[in-house]
């Protein structure tokens, strides 16, 4: 494996985590702006935040701490804005026979797909990968697909994919080198059968609705079980070049059911030791971790939250 590391939420990013970024050995940092139904608004507010001279100063800070950074955020909304709607509704999803603006978009109009990875150069330019690795996803949402006559016989994951590769194509604009996520996450777990990746598309496995209190691999879970069965099959698609894990074990957010005062964080780094391994001899090059709801907040009303094991357990699946 070839990185480890976190993903917090970018209206956390200040001296605290710098702080604990700096000698934890980790190289890869992931910023996100929140999820969930207004992910878009969430990735406006981002943009104003990078801008600002102390976000520049703490991305110098992870920098020379060794940190590689990129930007992992839920764009298809903010990719083709709602408000395109009214005057180019074939845009759109049709759900239940009618078009409808809410999640993602029509995976089959030319003209939408050409605007997505239009808007996908742009927000490459806004916001630069230390690696060529952008992670613009699809509306975070487990399934919204198109249901019209030419999306019809596309999964849930055909769908992703096309989306994925229309962004792939949009970032080479602005980075030559650029490479874009395909998120492996709620209904696109499953495998894409109909469309094959474009060229610097790469697997992002996002396991959320697994059973977080055991290891992802134990065969013992069924929950885990159904959340890996089609992993094989993702890797031999996507290939191993870039394939990264991102998972849950430090994601105080999804613990605190993303609603603040956060709870206290109190998990067992022994499962996050257990899948970092596993992830490795699976073949991934990369495994992170959302590590959101840990900031100031947190301290001034839990204390420091305990990370070092599962620090270690990160590095340790690093290496060889």
Partial sequence: MKRCGIVVHDTECGDLWARRLEGSGLDLLGIHPAGGPDAHLSLVSCMETVRTPAFRAFRRRANAAGLAVEFEMHALSWLLPRDLFGDRPEWFREENGARTPRFNCCASDPDALRFVAGRAAELAALFPSDTHRYHFWPDD???????????RALSASDQALVL??????????TDPEGRAAYLAYGAALEPPRRVRPAPGVFLEFAPMDRDHDRPLFDPASACNAGQVRHLPELLSLFGTED??????WTDNSFFSRWTRPPARFARDAAVCRADAAAYARA???AVTCFACFLGEDYEERWGAPPLDGFLAALRAARRP
């Fill in 164 to 173: 994925a590769n229309a962004v792939a194509e949009g970032v080479r604009r």
């Fill in 141 to 151: 949402v487990a399934e919204a697909k198109c249901s019209c006559p030419r999306c």
């Fill in 283 to 285: 073949g991934f090059e």
């Fill in 243 to 248: 394939a990264t894990a991102l998972d849950y």
